[in-house]
């Protein structure tokens, strides 16, 4: 059963039956405020999920977004962009492969921006959410909806840090501005 943080909320994360997590993936998915008076959607969202990748000092060791699909070690991949926001279920995925991710990394932090530069008022529905996808059967570990509308064009939305052998998880959702990953440096280093 998913647990649904509020923000700030730190969750340990392992299997539902016991065990080290494997493989996860973040999902993101958002939907464009429909508006008019037929409630249709005016504009296409671009929103982009990126993933940064820092050791235990804070620094900057790698980052996987739309531009860079794969971390250099291969562990994180990103699933590519999606221009629209389209369809259900989720519309970015980061795949990360949580032994593969080198010692090094100490804390992975993930961010939403919107490309097209719409703020945060424009977008619903957008959530978060981390799957256990090592098993036959997908299950959803922990989810964080995006509910904080407003004139921001960029969240930083959760970061996963390492707990001894395994990972924890924390709710940021923390407003900032910027199109795409690297305006978002300074507003992630404050998370930390």
Known sequence: MAVSLTKGQKLSL?????????RVFMGLGWDAVAKGLFRKKAVDIDLD????????????????????LRSKDGSVTHSGDNLTGEGDGDDEVVHLDLPAVPAAVQTLVFTVSS?????????QNAVCRLVDAAGAQQVELARYELSEAGPHTA???AKLTREGSGWAMT???APAQGRHIRDLRDAVAAHL
């Open 115 to 123: 490309f097209t530069g719409q703020n945060f008022g424009q977008v």
């Open 155 to 157: 969240l930083v939305m």
């Open 171 to 173: 709710a940021i959702g």
């Open 14 to 22: 392992s299997k539902s039956g016991g065990g080290e997590l494997t």
């Open 49 to 68: 999920a990126s993933v940064l990748l820092f050791d235990g000092g804070g620094k900057l060791l790698d980052e996987v977004w739309f531009q860079q």
